[in-house]
Every structure is written in C-alpha cells, then in structure tokens.
C-alpha cells in the first residue's frame, strides 16, 4: 500500500502524488471502501483522481528511483526499436506496449518514433498521425517519470533522451 506523499505511475494520468488515502463521502464511492486520493502532477485540469486502494484493474505502481531513471537513459543505445510493417500490426504493438505502464516499453516507443520521424523529414516527408499520437503519449509519461525521478524538469529529460538516441544514430 502506498502512502501519503508517496509518487506514483497511474494509468494514463501518469506520475501523481497520493494526496490522501481513506473513505470518499460521494454516492458512486462505497462507503467501506478506502480509496487513494492522487493529485497528477501535470495534468492541470484535473483535480483530483480517486481510485480504490484495492483495485486489482487499476495500473498503479512506484515510481522510478534516481538510479533507475538514470539506468534506463544509459541504457537507451542498447533498447530495440520496434519495426513491424504492417500499420494495423505496428499500432497493435504500441498499445500493448502503453498497456503495460512500464518505463523501458516507452522508451522503446520513443527511440523507435524519434528515429523513423528522423528518417521520414530528410527524406523530406511528415510523420503519420498515429505514430505522432504514440510517441507524444509515450513521451507525456515517460518524461513527466524521469523528470520527478531525477528531480529535472521535462525539457531536459527530453534532451538527455535524445542525445542518447542520436548516440546511436550516428
């Protein structure tokens, strides 16, 4: 269970602080039931996201550690890209891949989306809609992560992320 203050990695909200943690005096709660009471950290308009704190659905974890944000941006050179032909097949990897709420799986999506956007605009084209929507999802979660992780704001995790890929490029 986690506690008052404590970060975490929660569905498409991304990084949020837990707020409070005990029962909610609204009518669609259970009144005996406890629920987290998360507060996103970069989702302005959002107040306030409940959840229960026994919900088995909900994909809610620990954030990264400085150690393991700063080991997985070392590691960037070494992640696969992912390169499946066909667009249907592609986009069904992708979403599997946000699915599972982990850290290394959007980086994979980043470096991979980076490179081909690289790739698409000196061949003198634009990247496709779908590959523009994962990579910015991938990114909005992956760095509001590391950026909390390594106590840096967004921007410059993205420039580490990206002199890292280009590492590889090159």
């Known amino acids: 269970m986690f506690q008052v203050n404590d970060l975490v990695m929660f569905g498409t909200h991304g990084i949020c602080k837990v707020k409070d943690i005990g029962c909610l005096a609204m009518s669609a709660a259970d009144e005996d ?5 998360l507060k996103p950290l970069y989702e302005e308009q959002q107040s306030a996201v409940y959840t229960p704190v026994d919900n ?26 992912i390169w499946v032909l066909d667009d249907r097949q592609r986009e069904g990897k992708y979403k599997e891949i946000m699915q599972r709420n982990e850290c290394s799986g959007w980086m994979q999506i980043i470096k991979t989306l980076y490179l081909k956007k690289q790739k698409r605009l000196a061949e003198g084209k634009k990247s496709t809609a779908k590959d523009d929507f994962y ?3 991938a990114q909005e979660l992956l760095y509001g992560e590391l950026a909390a992780a ?17 590492r590889v490029a090159n």
Do not use: H, S
Request: proline fraction near 2%.
């Open 33 to 37: 039931r406890l629920y987290y009471t």
């Open 56 to 81: 088995k659905k909900a994909q809610m974890r620990a954030v990264f550690t400085r150690e393991e944000a700063l080991k997985l941006i070392d590691r960037i050179p070494e992640i696969e890209t």
């Open 135 to 137: 990579y910015n999802m």
């Open 150 to 166: 390594l106590l840096v704001d967004r921007t410059g995790v993205k420039n580490m992320v990206e002199q890292q890929v280009n």
